[in-house]
């Protein structure tokens, strides 16, 4: 057998607990393979390993003979990745969610609306393709994710619980698309907690508990293994019957299953179920109830570790449930494979389309973004100039005074707004499924920061024409506009670069937003944006040079103020010597977040 998946003694363990402890895994060429397990048993956890999101403790992993540790690059170029969570992208309407992940996937863009729309077709979302995300229910979330789970024809497809939450409809779809994948040679491994999936979709299935193989075979080896039947007894004294039964040569294993029932696991049912009765009759045991089936999955794992699956595990009313037409599944032609053509542009410019979308959306935020720095201006800079000696501050305009650090503190703002992206990718997981594709971790971070900065600059160019609307110009001309810019996409860079470093840290959005919340007051008035340095106490002006703001905001005073001077330099080289510190920082911060 050709194994595209291979695991020798693979194991990673949290917190001195092993999630998966020392499996053996070798998946075939075309095999549909299962990985079953009660909630909890370590099946994201192997996924996540052979997806690349998580280093082995222990181990090794081999995808299409690459190492997931060492090949991580080249094992994700590979594989598809349907994750167990709902990579919701609120923003983005269903279809604009696809192609993004078309784009990410490389997915060549002449043939791109073409597979988009036969993956939307596939799982049945063409009709609400143009609805928003947020709009879509869980099962619909579900089905979009799947549909990007099939944009490429990789070699190897992983999905973790691909049909949790879908109806039964969509059920029987996806698992006829996979059946398709599979005829067309593609690889599946499939994490469930459904047994009837197992059963009916996989060729093989590794049974895992506790993070160990129980057991590996096809469903009907596996049930052959069994070779027992269970008879289903409800009684209200089920404890008596165990005791009058167990222990008798035809009653292989008896368990109490609940308060009124009984499960006796005996190698013939149609013996079994006289000698049942009888054992009841002896007794004075009423019965309320005997039924009796053939061995099932769970019978196995029970078998093999003594307990029954989760009580979900099982689909009840699939055998009902009407069957769809089959769809036939959509030809994945050799143009729709990935392919590198310009991927890291192509990639770059696929999450920049993203974050325009989503900001552009966030209508009420975008307007208070803009509408803040024009009330700092006009009310505050207004009403603070009556009330400020021209002679500490230097200069008679205190608008234009106050102008470098109103921009200032406006791209700090947005600075904290740019990392909420990240911690809700973090959150929902869409950032498990962005590390899992074939791109370069830098292209998620250069695309934010570019973003961010480009947003700096569009915000300091407004917060500028406002200003020059209330007839503040900068005394260093249009060349002295420019430089400003430029330092405000310095500090949009550096403090992107800041939040971002910190969201990566962060375990969650309330710490995040408690840091930034507690950090912002000391951040805003340490710096010199509403006196200037010289007339601060000394410990004020310690805390003042000490803080990067400071030096951000005196570069653009000087061109607003006073145009050229040679304390300009000094100034923009602090700055830059900064942007480079926090640019560090949030690149080590991101690498490590995606080496886990
Ligand atoms: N990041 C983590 N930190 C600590 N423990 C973890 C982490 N991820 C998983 N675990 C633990 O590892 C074990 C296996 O979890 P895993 O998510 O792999 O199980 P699963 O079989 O996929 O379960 P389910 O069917 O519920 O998805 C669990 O005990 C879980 O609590």
Redo the contacts with the bound molecule.
Sequence with gaps: MHEIIETEGLTRV??D?P??DHLELHIGAGEIYGLL??????????IHMLTTLLTPTEGRARVCGLDVVRQAAQVRRRLGYVS?EKGVRHRLTGRESVELEADLNHVPRRSRARRVEEVLDVVGMLPDADRFVAEYSGGMQKRLDLACGLLHLPDVLIL??PTLGLDVQSRHRVWDHLRGLRAQGVTVLL?T?YLDEADRLCDRITIIDA?REVVTGTPAELKRGVAADTVHVSSPAPDRLLAAVEGAPWVRQATLTGREHLRVRVDDAAKAVPEIMRASLAHGIDLHGVTHTAPTLDDVFLLHTGRGLSPDSAVPDLDRAPRPSAPSPAPLDSDGAARPSRPRTQEVLALLRRWYLEVSRERLSLAFTLLQPVIWLVFLGGAIARAVDARVVGTADYIGFMLPGVIAFTIVSTGVSGAVPLLWDKETGYLNKLMSMPIARSSLLVSRLAFQMGLGVAQAALILLVAAALGVRPAGGIAGGLVLLAVAALLAMAFSALFLALACRAPDHNTFFAITGFASLPLVFTTNAFVPVTAMPPWMSITAHLNPLTYAIEAMRTLVVHGWRPSLYPQLLTLTAFTLTALTLGTHEFRRLSRR
Aim: glycine share 20%; charged share 25%.
């Design positions: 949290f917190r607990r999630a998966v397990g009660p909630n909890g048993a370590g099946k994201s956890t192997t167990q973790d619980e994490a907690n993070g």
